[in-house]
């Protein structure tokens, strides 16, 4: 089995914890990661310059916010980041890449 720090970071909310739910479930189908973390400190997403939540996050690299994808598009996401510890194409509020990129805080891009 391969191991990487696994992390869920968000305010609490249904949509925080069910990432978090469905993050543990594809990990331990994937064979990745005995335990996935989750935490409300949302300094560390904002640390990490993210500025919605959830946040998914590999290896202390942030590579998803603001959504919670289905089983198969997490799963998808968890493997193309495992293997990499640069992650610089991070997938915001968005999971198809040719529609416009949305605001990613809920202010709808007026901060």
């Known amino acids: 089995m391969t191991t990487h720090k696994i992390e869920v970071i968000g305010s609490g909310c249904k ?3 069910a990432l978090f739910e469905l993050t543990k479930e594809v990990a331990k ?8 973390e989750y935490s ?7 640390k990490m310059g ?11 690299a942030p590579v998803l ?15 193309e980041h495992t293997g990499e ?3 610089d194409n991070i997938k915001e509020t968005n999971t198809k890449s040719d529609e416009p990129k949305k ?5 709808d891009g007026k901060c």
């Open 50 to 60: 993210m500025m919605s939540s959830p946040v998914l996050a590999i290896d202390n």
């Open 103 to 107: 605001p990613c805080c809920s202010c």
């Open 85 to 87: 510890k640069d992650v």
């Open 65 to 79: 916010a603001g959504v919670l994808p289905d089983r198969e598009k997490l799963k998808t996401i968890i493997s």
């Open 15 to 17: 949509k925080c914890k």
């Open 40 to 46: 409300t400190d949302i300094t560390k997403a904002v």
């Open 29 to 36: 189908e994937l064979n990745i990661s005995d335990e996935v």
